[in-house]
């Protein structure tokens, strides 16, 4: 990157020191991962400067040659994986995947039945402030209060109530494993139709690691990061009867060009994701998390919902005189990144919160197994119980975890060089 040196050494060394950040700190945000560095170099490719708006072989700028080459590749590979019937892989996010389809098969004003926000649902799952919330009527449902887990009987009360036209599952901080073929009777016998948003899960089901929802619903929306391990962007799948909707919502409907240089390291994730490795690491990944969640849970940590299924847990904090809020902010002062979060049924506010968010896809990413969960586990105690002494040990044994887990281990050279 000496030529972005030497342009704008501001911004050349805003992105040195991200990539120190992420380098030297352990990262335990559920939400995020790294990417390969082929994946860094095809989002970082000349596709940038081709605008195609429209889809392969009907666009509406000429020169599009190799652009159709590269996200045929991308669908192609994305319906293998996942055994789509369609694909679009140009929303630029998870929220505009999911907006999409709202927006192609309700009208204003319709009923959703969508997960709490406060029980571990998304913005677009009905918060006041995003376009569901202000454009559709959505009535949440939540976790049984005693399990923390779905309580079906009660969403298909709900849903028998309501008589939604949509039926959203899938969720952005919920530990364990979603029945979607219990979500799609429950569609059948009210007469809505199923969508799935499997954004956090999404590399767990392309494993065989979580029950599938492609078979069960109409559309199933994704990040392309997360689990998944690709570039922050968005896809949809779908069946074959919805596709002319979907894509028609998506351009012109929702969105102008595709970043096509998204796209093609979209197209680079999902070669990654077909193969035998893949498996392996997220197989891993629900280790890592279950062995990290065993481990504080022995130090005396309420862990929502009593452990986890997949690549993340939530600690609950609320006795233990701390809130999320000032625990995220205590660990990341010694390296360790995670984020504040709502549990259920939480008496904190969305600012607050009595719970803390921990995810292990990109500990696991960087080659950390079960050792260095029960290792990180105790770091974390450390640190929460305000062990002031403790503190510069456990700053010290995360710079030795990620000495010995170094990532990006070239890039890093190569920035440095420049």
Known sequence: ??????????????????AKRQDEKLELIASENFVSRAIIEAEASVMTNKYAEGYPGRRWYNG????????????????????????????????????????????????????????????????ALNFSGKHFNIIPYGVDRTTERLDYDEIRRLAKEARPKMILAGASAYPRIIDFRIFREICDEVGAFLLVDMAHIAGLIACGLHPD?????????????????????????????????????????????????????????????????????????????????????????????????????????????????????????????????LIPFDKQNANLTSGLRLGTPA?????????????????????????????DAVKKKVKRLTRRFPLYKDLMKDLERA
């Open 1 to 18: 990157m000496k030529y972005l040196k030497k342009t704008d050494p501001q911004i050349f060394k805003a992105i040195l020191g991200e």
């Open 64 to 127: 599009c040659q190799f652009i159709d080459i590269a996200e045929n590749l991308a669908i192609e590979r994305a319906k293998k994986l996942f055994g789509a019937e369609h694909v679009n892989v140009q929303p630029h996010s998870g929220s505009q995947a999911n907006q999409a389809v709202y927006f192609s098969m309700l009208n204003v004003g319709d009923t959703v039945l969508a997960m709490d926000l406060r029980c571990g649902g998304h913005l677009t799952h009905g918060h």
């Open 213 to 341: 929802p492609v078979p069960e619903a109409e559309f199933v929306t994704t990040t392309t990061h997360k689990t998944l391990r690709g570039p922050r962007s968005g896809m949809i799948l779908c069946k074959k009867q919805f596709a002319k909707k979907i894509d028609t919502e998506v351009f012109p409907g929702i969105q102008g060009g595709p970043l096509m240089h998204v796209i093609a390291a979209k197209a680079v994730c999902f070669k990654e994701a077909l193969k035998p490795s893949f498996k392996k690491y997220q197989g891993q990944t629900i280790k890592n998390a279950k062995t990290l969640s065993g481990a504080l849970s022995e130090r005396g940590y309420r862990i929502v919902s009593g452990g986890t299924d997949n690549h993340l847990l939530l600690i609950d904090l609320s006795d233990k005189k701390i809130t999320g809020k000032d625990a995220s902010l205590m660990l990341d002062k010694v390296g360790i990144v995670a984020n504040k979060n």
């Open 363 to 391: 500990l696991t990413t960087r080659g950390m197994k079960e050792k260095e969960m029960t290792d990180i586990a105790e770091l974390i105690d450390i640190v929460l119980r305000k062990d002031t002494k403790g503190l």
